[in-house]
């Protein structure tokens, strides 16, 4: 499994946009790269998963450069809400035979 | 509506007593449920795979005779704590993996063992 790098904490303001930088330089040829949230005392929530260039959602974009050896994580405009801890996961998806390999996450904070 | 269901949400319980997790899926049929435990400030770590209608199969360090998993049927997957020390105490949640890669996690049990 691809080990995966992230800066431990990050703070930020209100309405600011906020790129979490993801490293996994061993990544495999079938590995998908994949975001989740977690708020304290909850399970984590997916965000976005792509495999390359960039992929966009209704909460989040996720920019894969085209040696796949790092994404960043794109947050528009975030609010008090947002401050959570962020996880990078590469792997295989489920449905493939994977398992869910979480790394020590980005905790961000915002604030006000 | 929630897509997996664990509960209790949290629990304390005293040292040398067991207990028993249950994450139920609601809204399709789960063959395989991952079990993860979270300490403070510390990211989720894989403690086993229940798989309907076999055994669990226990990442290496994970005691199985003490974290026993159940998976009884296709909405019901179990975890029990077994004999719990203080040092048990933790956050643990479920995952039901779907087939489109994504996971719906369990909203987690807090476990306090006194």
Known sequence: LAKTTQPISMDSYEGQEVNITCSHNNIATNDYITWYQQFPSQGPRFIIQGYKTKVTNEVASLFIPADRKSSTLSLPRVSLSDTAVYYCLVGIPYNQGGKLIFGQGTELSVKP | ?114
């Open chain 2, 1 to 114: 509506g929630a897509v997996v269901s664990q509960h209790p949400s949290w629990v304390i319980c005293k040292s040398g007593t067991s207990v028993k997790i249950e994450c139920r899926s609601l809204d399709f049929q789960a063959t395989t449920m991952f079990w993860y435990r979270q300490f403070p400030k510390q990211s989720l770590m894989l403690m086993a795979t229940s798989n309907e209608g076999s055994k669990a199969t226990y990442e290496q360090g994970v005691e199985k005779d003490k974290f026993l998993i159940n998976h009884a049927s296709l909405t019901l997957s179990t975890l029990t704590v077994t004999s719990a020390h203080p040092e048990d105490s933790s956050f643990y949640i479920c995952v039901k993996p779907n087939l489109l890669s994504e996971a719906f996690f369990g909203q987690g049990t807090r476990l306090t063992v006194v």
